[in-house]
């Protein structure tokens, strides 16, 4: 049974910072394509930043992000990271860890993958931005 917890998510005045954890276990974690999208109330999903499957590969970032944020993994944990600095208030929303099987980090970043027996959703942490 595959499963994608994220945590780290909190509320924080606007420049602190913030470090995601997304746990994923059930599948072969290099397999996958993972990353973060996030959700405002009211507002479409979008993504965050995403990884290639595969050992390495080449983070890609949503523009808003402008070098706040940096995805990392740690393979042999199957654990993808989020660390977000310098926070602004527009950052407030749920964020989602995804994997979706045998993508490149461009295209998990280029629509939201459907729920579907290759791609798998987490249920989200809430980060809250005040000014």
């Known amino acids: 049974q595959v499963q994608v917890v994220e945590s780290g998510g909190g509320a924080v005045q606007a420049g602190g910072s913030l470090r995601l954890s997304c746990q994923i276990s059930g599948l072969v974690f290099t397999d996958y394509g993972v990353g973060w999208y996030r959700q405002a109330p009211g507002k479409k999903r979008e993504a965050v930043s995403c990884?290639?499957?595969?050992?390495?590969?080449?983070?890609r970032y949503a523009g808003f992000v402008k070098g706040r944020f940096t995805i990392s993994k740690d393979n042999a944990m199957r654990t993808l990271y989020l660390q977000m600095n310098n926070l602004t208030p527009e950052d407030t929303a749920l964020y989602y860890c995804?994997?979706?099987?045998?993508?490149?980090?461009?295209?998990?970043?280029?629509?939201?993958?459907?729920?579907?027996?290759?791609?798998?959703w987490g249920q989200g942490t809430q980060v809250t931005v005040s000014s």
């Open positions: 990884f290639d499957w595969g050992v390495s590969g080449q983070p």
């Open positions: 995804v994997a979706e099987y045998g993508v490149f980090g461009s295209t998990l970043c280029a629509r939201p993958p459907p729920v579907s027996g290759k791609s798998y």
